[in-house]
């Protein structure tokens, strides 16, 4: 099933794209039907929190109205996963994710709690992966309540720890001990970066904006 949403979220996404360009004629009924058929939910669920998000911001894309109820089974998945000690930055991040659009309703003490989480992952992070998905769900939680000190205590030197991944072939690295690279894993450090920035004080070193101003636009080059 996540083969299928992410596949057909592509295809929405290229859609949306070209009918800005005026190659194709506008999203039609046909489209949100075929969405409809393709996802249906098992029992009031679309399965994991993951597929759940990719469903409910496909209906988004489309502008489909009458979607499947599937609130109250996300919410309790949500409420489940940032409420478990065990859940991982990913984990957290898909429920925030969900969250976001489905609107459930969340503790602020179960918001302080899972930020502080985050921030220790953060500060410990080694990998990208495990900036890319704590600093996403700092964000998002910055997003979805005002009542919870998100900010970063160190941003600085978090983002020269993200920074310090890049390659000069426009690739990043997953981790320092890891030599694998891809232009992908640049999107999501570049993702990364872009939350620091969003998380830290007024007084972040300029030249980390500039910094990321600087590799936005490389980044933007290799890809024309």
Known sequence: MARNLGAFLVLVLAIS???AASIFQPISDSHRSAALELFTPADGSFGSLEETYE????????????????????????????QS?????????????VNSLVKCKVDEENFQGI??????VVNDASSLLDFYYSIGSLV??????SNVDVQL???DGIFRSIKAL???DGRWRYSSNNPESSTFAAGLALEALSGVLSLASSDIDHSCRQSYRKLTSECMSMSM
């Open 115 to 120: 930020t502080s989480r985050l921030k220790a």
């Open 85 to 97: 000690s065990s859940s991982t930055a990913k984990e957290i991040f898909d429920a925030l994710k």
């Open 153 to 155: 205590s160190d941003a």
């Open 17 to 19: 794209i070209c009918e």
């Open 166 to 168: 890049s390659q000069s």
């Open 55 to 82: 469903a409910l911001r496909t209906f988004e894309i489309l502008g489909i109205q009458k979607k499947p109820d599937i609130s109250s089974g996300s919410c309790q998945s949500v409420s489940e996963t940032l």
């Open 140 to 145: 998002l939680i910055k997003d979805q309540t």
